[in-house]
């Protein structure tokens, strides 16, 4: 009985992993993009950076060649290395696949906002990336579900046609499913932006790909291939982990392991938001997959359990903005507590419309939610400039065509700046007592 059912698993493997409610319909999405390997065994491909620390910076790739070095040279002038790195590589074995030789070097101390050039294994193209300003004002660009189809191409190209600092991503990022050489794909489709920009990313359900007895702990793809500095913040996890950028704190949050009262993710989280200084980094954002809020057909109450596990942490540390994923469509809520407006809670954004293969979720909630500000199925990309101490800017845009539009915007006050949020809910309580 296993092998026909491994058969079956190994050719039509999407239909035992997705784990969607079929019960709404999706658009149809853009074709698959297939993005072939191009180069010599020996030289770098799928090349990526990501931040470690306020100084330094992780470089992944990937070698057919076993036999290829884990070292990266760099500096501030095109074809002139100044500076080498030594890291490590590994590899993985997923049923009959075995990936290529996975290299990570971190590099540094590196100065801010200034454009390094780098080879990897001492072969192959020259990379370049400019490392994040070191105080406001900064942009990051938020695109979750992205997958690798031909909406995808276009979110990316109109990522790329303005400039930004990090690019942030809450899950599902290559929707390989278990077929691993569409991670290899994927690697190779966002090389041209993920090797100049620092790419931060969370894991969600399609990075899972457990297989009962065989592979029941998942992840081994992505954390192989997408390794985040949460050492550095003190998480024993890659699914969750935060880090510092320019008076910015940003959690990571894992909607895909354990995060209940008793679980290492809360102790983690509350630990996290304890330490933050509001005085040096007054914005804190949060990125998970599953939405805690959403008034769209697609996933409904699949982030309820994690909400009320978490949400009151948010709440009490004064978290300005929490973006998710995996509904296929934009929507952008006021602030929120408990299910109910509340001004000193955060802004909760829902962005799961990077390209994925499934297309959008077209049908929403009525009548509408007022707690819903703006809902659109549409494909695009979000960036969040924060401009100051008290001020940031969110703004969405829609994929139309060759044109990346518009579509929605709002400024934002940070509740570190608010007086009225100035207090943790019994203190403000204890205070109307009084009165």
Request: hydrophobic share 35%.
């Amino acid at each position: 009985m296993v092998f026909p059912i491994l058969l079956h698993f190994l050719l039509f493997p999407q239909p035992l992993l997705s784990q969607d409610n079929n019960n709404f319909v999706r658009q149809p999405a853009g074709q698959l993009i297939i993005t072939p390997h191009q180069r010599s065994n020996s030289e770098p491909q799928q090349v990526h950076i990501s931040l470690v620390g306020k100084e330094k910076m992780r470089v992944s790739w990937i070698t057919e060649e076993k036999q290829a070095e884990s070292v990266v040279e760099y500096g501030t002038k095109s074809g002139e290395y100044s500076a080498k790195a030594t890291g490590e590589h590994t590899s993985y074995q997923y049923f009959f696949y075995t990936s290529g030789q996975i290299h990570n070097v971190v590099i540094g101390p590196l100065q801010p906002s200034t454009t390094y050039y780098y080879r990897c294994s001492a072969s192959g193209p020259e990379f370049s990336f400019k490392t994040p300003p070191p105080n406001l004002p900064i942009q990051f660009v938020i695109v979750g579900d992205l997958g690798q189809t031909e909406w995808t191409a276009s979110t990316l190209k109109h990522v790329d046609s303005s400039d930004y600092d990090v690019f942030l991503l809450p899950g599902d990022l290559s929707y390989a499913d278990s077929q691993q050489p569409l991670w290899d794909s994927f690697g190779r489709l966002v090389e041209p932006y993920a090797s100049k920009r620092p790419w931060m990313v969370t894991e969600g359900n399609h990075e899972i790909e457990i297989f009962p007895i065989i592979y029941p702990k998942g992840f081994e793809a992505y954390n192989a291939r997408w390794p985040m500095p949460f050492q550095q913040s003190a998480s024993t996890s890659n699914l969750y982990y935060s880090f510092e950028v320019a008076a910015t704190h940003v959690i990571m949050l894992g909607s895909y392991t354990d995060f209940d009262h008793q679980s290492d993710q809360y102790t983690w989280l509350q630990s996290d938001l304890a330490n933050i200084d509001r005085a040096k980094t007054p914005w804190v954002i949060v990125l998970l997959h599953a939405p805690w809020y959403n008034t769209n057909e697609a996933h409904q109450g699949e982030g309820e359990s994690m909400r009320q596990a978490m949400e009151e942490l948010l709440y009490n540390a004064r978290v300005d903005l929490v973006f998710a994923g995996h509904v296929h469509a934009y929507e952008r809520f006021t602030r929120i507590y408990d299910n109910k407006a509340d001004s000193c809670g955060p802004m909760y954004v829902t962005i799961g419309d990077g390209g994925n293969r499934e297309g959008l979720a077209l049908t929403f909630k009525n009548p509408p939610s007022p707690l819903s500000l703006y809902r659109e199925s549409s494909f695009g990309h979000g960036r969040l400039r924060i401009l100051n101490e008290t001020h940031a800017h969110w703004s969405w845009h829609r994929n139309n065509d060759s044109d990346a539009v518009v579509a929605d915007g709002v400024w934002i006050e940070s509740l570190s700046s608010s007086k009225a949020c100035s207090k943790i809910p019994e203190q403000q309580d204890a205070a109307h007592e009084e009165l």
